[in-house]
Nanobody, 126 residues
Framework: VQLQASGGGLVQAGDSLKLSCAVS????????VGWFRQAPGKEREFVAG????????NYADSVKGRFTVSRVNVRNMAYLQMNSLIPDDTAVYYC????????????????????WGQGTLVTVSS
């Protein structure tokens, strides 16, 4: 399984950005998807997750109300819509996939994910 994150770039505080994650897996609808980020000098942290059937989502407190995770299974794609960006959102963003036996499962820890993409850099200037 390969994941390809894209859509990062340099934006100003208050701007929006939408990240995409392309997944090369025919059974994509059996996998939950998560977004993580790693800021310079910090550990990687959970940002958002979505269940394989899109019924459930979960967000880090720091992004609630600003970020929205979604997916389109027929396209093998997942997305992270980021609004009202702030400088603290600057990081490399990673998408990850986890096999989910239960349709509504959402995972928020790195160890729960089986596959990872290479990351895309988001830089928010003040």
């Amino acid at each position: 399984v390969q994941l390809q994150a894209s859509g990062g770039g340099l934006v100003q505080a208050g701007d929006s950005l939408k990240l995409s994650c392309a997944v090369s897996k025919r059974a994509f609808n059996q996998y939950a998807v998560g977004w993580f980020r790693q800021a310079p000098g910090k550990e990687r942290e959970f940002v958002a997750g979505i269940s394989r059937n899109s019924y459930s989502t979960n967000y880090a407190d720091s992004v609630k109300g600003r970020f929205t995770v979604s997916r389109v299974n027929v396209r093998n794609m997942a997305y992270l819509q980021m609004n009202s960006l702030i400088p603290d959102d600057t990081a490399v963003y990673y998408c990850a996939a986890a096999y989910a036996r239960i349709g509504g499962s959402v995972y928020s820890t790195e160890g729960q994910y089986d596959y990872w993409g290479q990351g895309t850099l988001v830089t928010v200037s003040s």
